[in-house]
Nanobody, 124 residues
Framework: VQLVESGGGVVQPGDSLKLSCAYS????????MGWFRQAPGQEREWVAA????????DYARSVKGRFTISRDNTKNTAYLQMNSLKPEDTAVYYC??????????????????WGQGTQVTVSS
């Protein structure tokens, strides 16, 4: 299994970005997907998760109402739409895959595979 994130960049506060996570390997539809982030000097933080069929989603309190996780199982891709970005959203964002597939896991240890990360910088 390989995960490749894209879509990061430098934006101003209030702007939007959409991250993508392209999956290759065994059956994408059987995996729950999650997004995490890690800012310099801080621990990796769970951001959002989506179950195998997209019917369940969950978000960290810090991003709820601003970020939206989704997936397209026909394209083997997961997404993170980020709106109303704030400087405190600055971090490396990672996508991850959980082979159990059920629910919306929020712990790093729940996930089996990780991408290499994409940098998001929010600065004026």
């Amino acid at each position: 299994v390989q995960l490749v994130e894209s879509g990061g960049g430098v934006v101003q506060p209030g702007d939007s970005l959409k991250l993508s996570c392209a999956y290759s390997g065994s059956t994408f539809i059987s995996y729950a997907m999650g997004w995490f982030r890690q800012a310099p000097g801080q621990e990796r933080e769970w951001v959002a998760a989506i179950n195998w069929n997209g019917e369940e989603t969950d978000y960290a309190r810090s991003v709820k109402g601003r970020f939206t996780i989704s997936r397209d199982n026909t394209k083997n891709t997961a997404y993170l739409q980020m709106n109303s970005l704030k400087p405190e959203d600055t971090a490396v964002y990672y996508c991850a895959a959980d082979s159990y597939g059920v629910g919306t896991p929020d712990k790093s240890s729940d996930y089996d595979y990780w991408g290499q990360g994409t940098q998001v910088t929010v600065s004026s």
